[in-house]
Every structure is written in C-alpha cells, then in structure tokens.
C-alpha cells in the first residue's frame, strides 16, 4: 500500500500526459485521419514492392528493392527482423496503444519526464517540464514532415540519459535496465545520426561527473558508475542492431562502389567522367574523351 501511495503521483503524470496527447490530436483521432506528411507518404509506396513480396512468400522479407535508387538493399530504409520483434513488443507496451500521432507526442512527455525524475524533480515540476519539452515546435514540424523515426529516436534519448543519470546517483540496477532498453529503442528507431549527436551531450556530461569526482575523491565510484554504464550500452547496441550489421557488412563486399580510395591519383581518376563508369561496372570505359570547353572571357569594365 505504501509502494502505491509512492508512485500514485507519477501514475497520475502518466494519465495526464495520455489526456492531453489524446486531446491535441482529438480532431484526426475522431475523425479517423492519417498523417501524409512527404516521407511518411514516399515510404508508403517505396514500401509497395517489399510488402507484395512478403504477401506472396509465405511471409518472408526481401533485403533488396528496386524502387530507390535504381535498387538498394533494405536493410537501412526497412529494418524489420524477427529478432527485434520483442523490442518491438516492449516498444508498442511504451506507447500505452494510443493512435500514432497520439503517441508521438506521448513518448515525448514520458520520456522527458523519466529524465527529470532521475534528477530528483519533483512531480509537478517534471511534468512540467516534459509539456515544455514535448511541446516543441520542432517536433511538431517533424511530424508534419514525416520524420517520424527521427523523433521516436529522439523520444527515447532523455530516457537513455536519465539511465546514466541513476548509475552516477548510485543506482546501478535500475541505471542499467534504462540504460540498456533505451538504447535498444533507440537505435531500433533507426536514425543513428540522432544518436550520435546525442552522444556528444552523453560524453560531456560524464566529464563533468568525472570533474566533480576528482573534487569529493570519490573516483572509485565514478568508475564503477561508468563501467554499469558502458556496459548497460553495450547491452543496448546487439539486441537491434545484430542482423543489420550482418546485411551491412555482406551488402558492402557485394557493392563495387565500396572499394576503398588509397592514393591520390585513384581519387582523381574515379572523379572524372570516365572514371565513374569504370569505379561502379569495373570495366573498362566506354565513354568518349571530353573535349575541352573554351572559356568565356570576363567583360572589362567600361571607362566612364
């Protein structure tokens, strides 16, 4: 009873949070709408080849597609496996099965507001700062655009770093089990390049519990805090990302364009315009020799 009584206010952030993510889009919601933003809508019929080959195999997805670039594996544009199914699970149990433009803006509340939690905000202040977070132009403009993986990966970085948070603060076990499934998200959410940026924040911030270490002598905490957290990372990075390094190595030994540039002179020669037929077919050039542009000199100014 005394456990309920204790997480009865962040259980009411919650329903606050569903309350008012519902409310804002309750027009499309009751009127049954689907987002069209520009990459929602493209990915919508670049994924027409994919889908009819897996109604007609029995299931199984194709890793190759002809419908981008004049063919390109899929393995980064649709990133399904059936080993991230679970994290898919765990991902739709997040989101609470509210409508997608409903849980777009949720994920940005709950997220926020586990960060701020971590930092021993108090309720009320948490959640307002997740409304003043999630409610971000940006993200809004991201959703009309389309970029909806960019904003779930960015809906799970403030968790990502409220794990870190709790394994600096002493809270190893909890620190790695956000830190970890977070992580997994994040990366399942397949933009990277967030990420990465965010990476950046997640480093400076470990300096600066390294400088206030070194200030309290306390650096054996530090390190075992950073070690919970490497690890709680690593963790993170096999469950979604395992078959998508496999397809990425094997496509690149399959791709010609991916040999490596050494030297100088082969950059220079696979630039030129009979140089790119031959870097992508690895044959001999076909191309006939540019003949040379004559140049048009420059008028010269007037004399008054």
């Not at 926020?112 to 999630?134: D, E, K, P």
């Not at 200030?215 to 390190?223: M, N, S, Y």
């Not at 957290?229 to 397809?247: D, E, N, Q, W, Y």
């Not at 490596?260 to 044959?283: E, L, M, Q």
Request: glycine share 6%.
């Amino acid at each position: 009873m005394n456990k309920l009584r204790q997480f009865l206010p962040d259980l009411l952030a919650v329903v606050f949070f569903v309350a008012i993510s519902v409310f804002y889009f309750i027009t499309p919601i009751r009127d049954g709408l689907v987002l069209s933003g520009h990459d929602h809508s493209a990915s919508v019929g670049s994924n027409v080849e994919m889908n009819h080959y897996r109604e007609t195999h029995h299931g199984e997805r194709t890793r190759w597609t002809n419908t981008l670039f004049s063919g390109m594996p899929t393995y980064q544009m649709s990133p399904s496996y059936d080993s991230t199914d679970t994290l898919s699970w765990l991902e739709k149990v997040y989101q609470l099965g509210l409508p997608d433009v409903a849980s777009y803006v949720f994920m940005m509340l709950l997220g926020f507001y586990i960060l701020l939690r971590a930092f021993n905000f108090r309720v009320w202040m948490a959640a307002l700062g997740a409304v003043l977070w999630a409610f971000s132009s940006y993200y809004f403009i991201i959703i009309a655009a389309g970029h909806i993986w960019k904003l779930l990966t960015l809906s799970f970085v403030p968790p990502t770093i409220a794990g870190m948070v709790l394994c600096y603060r002493g809270r190893y076990l909890p620190g790695i089990v956000v830190t970890a499934l977070f992580t997994a998200l994040q990366i399942l959410s397949n933009h990277v390049q967030m990420t990465y940026y965010f990476l950046f924040v997640m480093g400076l911030m470990v300096l600066a519990y390294l400088i206030d270490a070194v200030r309290k002598h306390t650096l054996g905490q530090w390190a075992k805090a950073t070690a919970c957290f490497a690890v709680a990372g690593l963790l993170g990075i096999p469950g979604s990302t395992a078959r998508k390094a496999c397809a990425a190595r094997v496509s690149s030994r399959r791709r010609p364009r991916t040999r490596p540039i050494r030297r100088a002179a082969d950059w220079s020669a696979a630039i030129s315009p009979c140089g790119v037929t031959d870097w992508v077919k690895r044959g001999p050039c076909s191309c006939p020799t540019p003949r040379a542009v004559p140049v048009c000199p420059l008028p010269r100014a007037r004399q008054p």
